[in-house]
């Protein structure tokens, strides 16, 4: 498939999912309330996240991870969030910056950018959230005009990884700062089963890569200091919902072989890597 191909198929996908109010059954990993202690440990959302979180935006929460749990992030700190859904991520950025900071949440399916409004507008917190139709791939930011960029679960949906993690650096401040949770392989899969995959593109497992050229293309964008913050190798259920992300309604399974295939292979990591000065 051609990259324009991949990236409408991704658009529609999501743009349905967004419609229907996110499908019936949840994909990627699981965003119930875990304690506190372990969701920081293995970065997922805690009970007292999710509380601040409007039910239209947690319903089509598509993460595999709470990038705003291991960021840090302060008041007054601009952060972008890379393909943003209906807003989990953004909402969650937006408190922790306060009246005097702005999330900009930028994401290619225009009916995602619709719930995320409103999910944003439901909780009060418009004043320093702005949204953007885009493709993170060509994005007409400014240089040097983000403290954060966050990312959930996105980038593995890019043809061009690099295009992506550029455009993050370039429109990072020096000594502005990644925080990003994705899905990767461990080893190294047959080309004709990760092929067949790629017909399932808008599923999590389609476009991800392996994870030493992963951080190869993190590092040639110019990044430094990158942390493995927590990784979760996906267990058969999380990665039968993940193959076929957003929804088995939006998405087709692949074949239950070539799922066999990659179990154990796929995993969610987390991760931070910083700007240099
Ligand atoms: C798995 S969902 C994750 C959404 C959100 N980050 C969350 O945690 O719920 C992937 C999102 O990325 C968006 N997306 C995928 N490829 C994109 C691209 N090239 N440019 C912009 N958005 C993209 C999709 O429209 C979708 O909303």
Request: glycine share 10%; charged share 25%.
């Amino acid at each position: 498939m051609k990259a324009e191909e991949v990236k409408q198929i991704v658009r529609e996908r999501y743009g349905k999912c967004a419609e229907t109010g996110g499908g019936k059954e949840s994909c990627c990993c699981p965003s119930e309330a875990t304690s506190l202690s372990f969701a920081a440990e293995h970065g997922l959302y805690g009970q007292e996240e999710l509380s601040l979180i409007p039910k239209i935006a947690l319903n089509l929460s598509k993460g595999c991870g709470n990038p705003t749990g291991f960021t840090n992030l302060q008041p007054s700190e601009v952060v972008v969030d890379f393909g943003c859904g209906a807003g989990i991520d953004v909402i969650l950025a937006a408190h922790k910056v306060g009246p005097s900071g702005k999330v900009v949440g930028v994401d290619g399916a225009p009916q995602m950018i619709e719930r995320a409004k409103e999910s944003v507008t439901e909780v009060g917190l418009s004043d320093r959230v702005e949204f953007r139709i885009a493709d993170m791939e060509q994005l007409d930011l400014l240089d040097s005009f983000a403290d954060v960029v966050i990312s959930n679960c996105v980038i593995n949906l890019c043809p061009d990884k690099s295009a992506v993690y550029r455009g993050a650096f370039r429109i990072l401040k020096p000594g502005g700062r990644l925080a990003i949770s994705d899905i990767i392989y461990t080893e190294r899969i047959d080309p004709q089963v990760q092929e067949r995959f790629q017909s399932t593109w808008a599923g999590c497992v389609g476009g991800a890569i392996a994870e030493d050229s992963y951080f190869e293309i993190v590092r040639g964008a110019g990044f430094r200091q990158i942390e493995v913050v927590a990784r979760h190798p996906l267990p058969s259920k999380e990665l039968e919902a993940m193959v076929c992300c957003p929804g088995p309604e939006f998405t087709p399974a692949p074949a239950k072989e070539d799922v066999a295939v990659v179990q154990g292979k796929v995993t969610s990591i987390k991760f931070t890597a910083v700007k240099p000065i």
